[in-house]
């Protein structure tokens, strides 16, 4: 059949330009069906491309929610669990970042990650699967509730018997997955924005609908009601999420622009003809004049205590050498902490130095949501430092940030603002310098006679990694919650407009980390180690606080003996035969 035209379809047409009468048109219709045919294929080709890519869209969700298997970019050092005696161990070198699109968007994460990363290797699911389940994302937006439908009179009352909290982890009855809610705080921060913000927990990808019920407090000292204003909120996960099923969420509800006063209670409810299940009360720092208190006011945030935590005196070096470094302040979650641990913190909290707030939340840690739900925390204790405090560090217990030439963080904060102008530092990032716990004791540890001082882990560690971390891997930040909209457990994920994280050179301060080898064995003390005893600097004003701290709490608390290192105590030993 091949005819004179060879490579057929449309090129042949000029190809055969010479061509007689009756063959010309033949060769020409011959063509033009060829050509129709390729179209056609082609136009077959998409459409099949499109059903396969349309049903991935709509069914990663449901394979997410069922085996925790996402699309995104994987963390590949996480390892289920922990190990005994390592709290803090955490791989996580490698996040997944979940990619902003703004909250509230219908197109979400997956489908974004679907649409970039060809479904990410997954089995494209069956095309008669997508018929017997029909996508739920669509359904979503048919709601027939429009706020202005809502006569609010008719709707469920202020619910007295709910217990009123400012941080507690409340449910929201009646959604299909779980969602928490825990704090809620008044931010008018970005010009024309008057929100109410909730800290919360839930779904991760396609988080569910739900309303803020907005109460605003009417009446006289004698009697009061709450009148209500009730509008949708905005979901959105919390960008740090390792791709679990539920992670930390932002809900925020608009305030109506007709109204001046802000609502002194919200409750978050699935629909607004629900019985409101929760009543948080809502934050409203120094709303009026938005200046921060005069000088520094630093704030420390730590992750909830978990694994009934109770180093005491790993918990009351962190609380006095952090006031050393000029801390005034710490808030605290509490996951589940141990009796001597519990009493410290409850003393401390009398003395009005601590916050401890309760964490019981109802999700699997690890395989639900990521460490207890960290971000929340971090979160939490951003906003509630909001106005409170000019500065707070996100640190954990066996962290310190260590200025090299300046004694506190207020001076070093000062020092590097004098000479680099921190006016537009939203945060400032230290990095991360590990002093392995395998390394042996400091040289001077061998005629340390005194056993509060032998105890704490900043005299006795003071070998560390040559090598610094980059920052943001395992660096820890400064930031200044007035400007913050969203922490991270390495760095701010965002400032508001205008301020951005400043990176502290080495030389200033670094994040002394103590702990043991990362990655599990001993082999990381092979790397490269100088002796680094900056933190000498504080090591006789450290012992005597801890000592007076333990000498006060000790039978308060049933402190436990401290002993010298065993070592040291057979040498000590030894000593007492030669004097004989
Ligand atoms: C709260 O009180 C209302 C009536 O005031 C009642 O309908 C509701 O069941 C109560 N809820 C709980 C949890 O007790
Ligand atoms: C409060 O109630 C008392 C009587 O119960 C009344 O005498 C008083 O005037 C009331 N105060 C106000 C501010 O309404
Ligand atoms: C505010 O506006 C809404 C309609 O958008 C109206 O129903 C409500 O009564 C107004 N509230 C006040 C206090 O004016
Ligand atoms: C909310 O749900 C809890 C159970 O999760 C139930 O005990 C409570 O009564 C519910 N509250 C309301 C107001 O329906
Ligand atoms: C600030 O908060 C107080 C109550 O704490 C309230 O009376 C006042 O109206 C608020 N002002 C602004 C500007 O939001
Ligand atoms: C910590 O939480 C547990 C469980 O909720 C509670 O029993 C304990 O009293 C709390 N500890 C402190 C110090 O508040
Ligand atoms: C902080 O350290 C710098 C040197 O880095 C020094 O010039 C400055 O005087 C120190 N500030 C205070 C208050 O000690």
Redesign the pocket.
Known sequence: MGSSSGGGGIIGINGVGSGGGTKKKYTTFRSRQRANLSFFLVVMFFAVFGIIVFTEVFFIDERNAGTGSGVLIRHAGYQHGYRKGQEYDENEDYISIRMGLGGGAMMNDETLGALLLGGGGGVPPAVAAARANPPLPLLLDTLPLNSKDLIETQLPPY?DNSTLTEGSWQ?V?GTKYKFFVFSAFFDQRRKGQRIIRVIGATKTRGPERVWCRLWYKIGDGNSTAHISVTVPAKVWAIRENWNLKYSACFATCALPANRTTIPSTVSVVAHPRD???NLLVVHNGNNETHTPPPGYKFGVCVKPLHFDYNREIQMLEFLELNRLLGVEHFTFYNHTIGPQVSCILRDYETNGMVRLLPWRLNMVSQKEIRTEGLFAALNDCMYRSMYKFTHVALIDLDEYIVPRYNYTLPQLVEHLDRRGNLHSAGALSFQNAFFYLQWSDDESLHSESDSVAASLVTVRKTRRRAKLHPHKQRSKYICRPEVAVEAGNHFVWELLPGYQTKNVHADQAILHHYRVCEFGGDDCIKTTSVVDRTAYRYKIALTEAVRSQYERLKSKCHLSELKLPKNQGLSKFFKLLQTR
């Open positions: 619910p449910n009855n019985p409101p299940g």
